[in-house]
Every structure is written in structure tokens, then in C-alpha cells.
């Protein structure tokens, strides 16, 4: 059987080919990761953010003064999805870009008052989200442990 393909119930068994769906754990990613995001919704419409804006402020929350291209690594994002995402961010006082100190053609990137009380709103949305999920936590820390490996392994 291929390696990025899995066997799951007898309905499948007689089927010789990989190339059908329910055998595909990129779809099963991919589906959790649509079912994932619009579980978040709800909570971060409340914070007026976009799950990417909600990830960019999560970095900002425990690395205020990140440069852009570290937060780009920390987030799998390239620039040109990233610039976008300050800016809008920006718009809505969140943050401010800077130029660097020490290196002019660096962007460090700093929270605002406003975007660090905002955290204090968001503290409640790992546990919302931790709750509807339904899963014990060390079943979502295997996933999340599971999901890091394949990540690690497909960047090499």
C-alpha cells in the first residue's frame, strides 16, 4: 500500500486502487483542517480577526517586536501572503510595522496597546475550541505531535 494512503473499513477491501477518497489522508487533513477553521469562526468573528490574522497575533502575543521574515518561518508563510496580512492587521491598530534598528531593510513588527489587550479576549478560545472538539487532550496532543512530523518530514 502507497505510504500516504491508508486501509480503513472492509467496504474498501475490495478495492485495489489507492486513487479513491476515503483512503487519502490528505483529504482527511484537509477536511478537518475546513471543519477546524470554521469551528473557529464564530470566536474570532467576536475578535473581528481572520484565522490567519488570529495566527499572526498569536506569534505577536509571545514574540511583540518579531521580524517578518522569522514570523514567515514561524507561520509557513511567505511574504507575499504575509505583507497582506500586517497591513490589514495594521488598518485595524493591531500592530505597527517598523523599520529595524540595526538594519534598516528589516520589518519588525510590534503589538499596539490595542493588540495586546486583545489577548485577554482571546484566552478563552483554546479551551471553546479544546471543548468542541470532543477529543481528550492527549489524543489532540498525538494529532498535533503526528501533524508536526509529517509537516518536518515533507519540508526536507
Same mark, same amino acid.
Given at each position: 500500500?502507497?505510504?500516504?494512503?491508508?486501509?480503513?473499513?472492509?467496504?474498501?477491501?475490495?478495492?485495489?486502487?489507492?486513487?479513491?477518497?476515503?483512503?487519502? &489522508?490528505?483529504?482527511?487533513?484537509?477536511?478537518?483542517?475546513?471543519?477546524?477553521?470554521?469551528?473557529?469562526?464564530? *470566536?474570532?468573528?467576536?475578535?473581528?480577526?481572520?484565522?490567519?490574522?488570529?495566527?499572526? *497575533?498569536?506569534?505577536?502575543?509571545?514574540?511583540?517586536?518579531?521580524?517578518?521574515?522569522?514570523?514567515?518561518?514561524?507561520?509557513?508563510?511567505?511574504?507575499?501572503?504575509?505583507?497582506?496580512?500586517?497591513?490589514?492587521?495594521?488598518?485595524?491598530?493591531?500592530?505597527?510595522?517598523?523599520?529595524?534598528?540595526?538594519?534598516?531593510? &528589516?520589518?519588525?513588527?510590534?503589538?499596539?496597546?490595542?493588540?495586546?489587550?486583545?489577548?485577554?479576549?482571546?484566552?478563552? &478560545?483554546?479551551?471553546?475550541?479544546?471543548?468542541?472538539?470532543?477529543?481528550?487532550?492527549?489524543?489532540?496532543?498525538?494529532?498535533?505531535?503526528?501533524?508536526?512530523?509529517?509537516?518536518?518530514?515533507?519540508?526536507?
Amino acid at each position: 500500500m502507497a505510504s500516504n494512503t491508508l486501509k480503513q473499513d472492509t467496504n474498501m477491501a475490495s478495492d485495489t486502487s489507492d486513487l479513491v477518497i476515503e483512503k487519502q &489522508v490528505c483529504f482527511s487533513l484537509y477536511s478537518a483542517a475546513n471543519a477546524i477553521i470554521r469551528a473557529y469562526r464564530p *470566536m474570532l468573528n467576536a475578535l473581528d480577526l481572520t484565522y490567519p490574522q488570529y495566527l499572526v *497575533m498569536i506569534v505577536l502575543w509571545s514574540h511583540d517586536g518579531i521580524n517578518v521574515k522569522s514570523l514567515g518561518t514561524k507561520l509557513h508563510l511567505d511574504s507575499g501572503t504575509l505583507t497582506p496580512l500586517l497591513k490589514r492587521l495594521e488598518n485595524k491598530q493591531l500592530l505597527v510595522r517598523r523599520r529595524g534598528l540595526e538594519d534598516e531593510r &528589516v520589518r519588525e513588527i510590534f503589538l499596539t496597546a490595542q493588540g495586546a489587550q486583545l489577548k485577554s479576549l482571546a484566552e478563552a &478560545v483554546p479551551n471553546e475550541m479544546l471543548c468542541k472538539s470532543k477529543l481528550p487532550i492527549e489524543e489532540l496532543l498525538s494529532l498535533k505531535e503526528s501533524c508536526d512530523k509529517m509537516c518536518d518530514n515533507l519540508q526536507e
